[in-house]
C-alpha cells in the first residue's frame, strides 16, 4: 500500500491485514504551526517529524508513533515557568486551558527540608527567573535503602521522595506541585504532576488500570490513559477545531494563545476503482512555548476488503 503526501505535512502510512479477508491502514499525520497574533502559520523551520523510535526531548521522551488509536487528546506542554516582568520570585502558578478544561502548576524556588527547635520545617524558596517543567522538577525521585535504591514508580526521575522521616534534613523539595495538593509534611506522598510526555509505565498511568476496588478495567475503559502520551490528567475529550488553547506563565509576554486548527488538508483512500474520504482525528496537542509553536497530530484509520491485484492508495491532498 503507498501513500502520495501532496502536502508540506509529516505523515506516515502503516497498514496491514485486518483480518481473513480485510485489509486495514493508519495513517498519522502531524503539522507544526508558528503561533502569531492573530492566527497559526505553518512552520517552514525544522517542524516536528513522524518518529517511529522513541524521541527524547528535555522535557521528556514521547513514546514512537506506532499508530495505536488515542480516543481522547493529549495535552503536552514544553516549557519553563517564567517570573513575570523577569523579575525573581519565590513562586508563582503556570495553567493551560482548551476550551473549559484547565489545568493549574504551583512552582517554587529550590527548597529543602531542615530541622530546627520545632522540628522539620521547608525553607524559604529560592527566587528564580526560570523553572523547567519537567519531570526531574515534580515529586519523584529514589532512596537509598540496605537493599539498593528503591525508585518511586509513579516518578523515579524527580525530587522529595522519602521513607523515613528521620532522612528528611537536605532532601530538596519539588518544584513543581499541584496546587491542590501541596506538600506539608516529608511523609506526604503526592501524585506527581506535569505538562510533558509521560512514561508509558508511570505509576500514575498503571493506577487507571484497575477501578477502586482493585479490580481490572475493560480495556476500553482504560483505553484512553494507557495509549495516551500526556500525564492522565492532561488527557481530555477531543476539542473541535476553533476551540480556543491558552498557556498562561510560561513567556513574559503575556499568554500564549491559540486556536485548534482544522485539518488542513484532505485524505482519500484509493482501493481499484473506489475512491473513500477519510477523517482523521486530532489526539495530540504540544505547546512549545520557548518557540511559541503549536504542534498538532491527527490520526485515520480504515479497513476495505482485500481483492487481488487492485491499487491501493492513501493520498494527502492540499486543499
Given at each position: ?167 528528611a534534613e537536605g532532601v530538596p523539595l519539588p518544584n513543581v506541585e499541584d496546587p491542590k495538593a501541596l506538600i506539608r509534611s516529608p511523609k506526604d506522598l503526592p501524585k506527581p ?105 491527527w490520526r485515520a484509520a480504515e479497513t476495505f476488503e482485500m481483492r487481488p491485484r487492485e491499487v ?8
Amino acid at each position: 500500500m503507498r501513500l502520495e503526501n501532496e502536502t508540506a505535512l509529516s505523515a506516515h502510512l502503516f497498514s496491514g491485514a485486518a483480518g481473513e479477508s480485510d485489509l486495514g491502514c493508519a495513517l498519522v499525520v502531524k503539522a507544526t504551526f508558528d503561533i502569531r497574533e492573530e492566527s497559526l502559520e505553518l512552520s517552514t523551520e525544522s517542524p516536528w517529524p513522524i518518529h517511529l523510535e522513541p524521541f527524547p526531548t528535555s522535557w521528556g521522551t514521547f513514546p514512537g508513533e506506532i499508530a495505536p488509536r488515542k480516543p481522547k487528546t493529549d495535552v503536552i506542554v514544553l516549557g519553563r515557568a517564567m517570573a513575570p516582568a523577569g523579575d525573581p520570585v519565590r513562586s508563582m502558578t503556570v495553567s493551560v486551558s482548551v476550551g473549559p478544561f484547565r489545568h493549574s502548576l504551583a512552582v517554587f524556588g529550590d527548597r529543602y527540608w531542615e530541622r530546627g527547635a520545632g522540628g522539620l520545617r521547608v525553607t524559604e524558596p529560592v527566587p528564580f527567573r526560570e523553572m523547567p517543567v519537567t519531570w526531574t522538577n515534580a515529586f519523584g525521585g529514589k532512596v537509598r535503602t540496605p537493599v539498593g535504591e528503591w525508585p518511586n514508580t509513579d516518578n523515579p526521575e524527580g525530587k522529595g521522595f522519602l521513607m523515613d522521616e528521620a532522612d528528611a534534613e537536605g532532601v530538596p523539595l519539588p518544584n513543581v506541585e499541584d496546587p491542590k495538593a501541596l506538600i506539608r509534611s516529608p511523609k506526604d506522598l503526592p501524585k506527581p504532576v506535569g505538562w510533558g510526555p509521560y512514561p508509558l509505565a508511570g505509576g500514575v498511568r498503571v493506577a487507571k488500570l484497575r477501578g477502586p476496588d482493585g479490580a481490572a478495567l475493560p480495556f476500553e475503559a482504560v483505553e484512553p490513559w494507557v495509549m495516551g502520551w500526556a500525564h492522565p490528567d492532561l488527557i481530555v475529550e477531543t476539542p473541535a477545531a476553533g476551540t480556543p488553547v491558552v498557556v498562561e506563565g510560561m513567556t513574559r509576554g503575556g499568554p500564549i494563545a491559540a486556536a485548534v486548527p482544522a485539518f488542513p488538508a484532505r485524505v482519500v483512500l484509493l482501493t481499484g476503482d473506489e475512491r473513500r474520504t477519510l477523517v482523521p482525528k486530532l489526539d495530540t496537542l504540544i505547546v512549545e512555548t520557548e518557540r511559541k509553536r503549536l504542534v498538532v497530530r491527527w490520526r485515520a484509520a480504515e479497513t476495505f476488503e482485500m481483492r487481488p491485484r487492485e491499487v491501493r492508495l492513501v493520498r494527502i491532498e492540499a486543499v
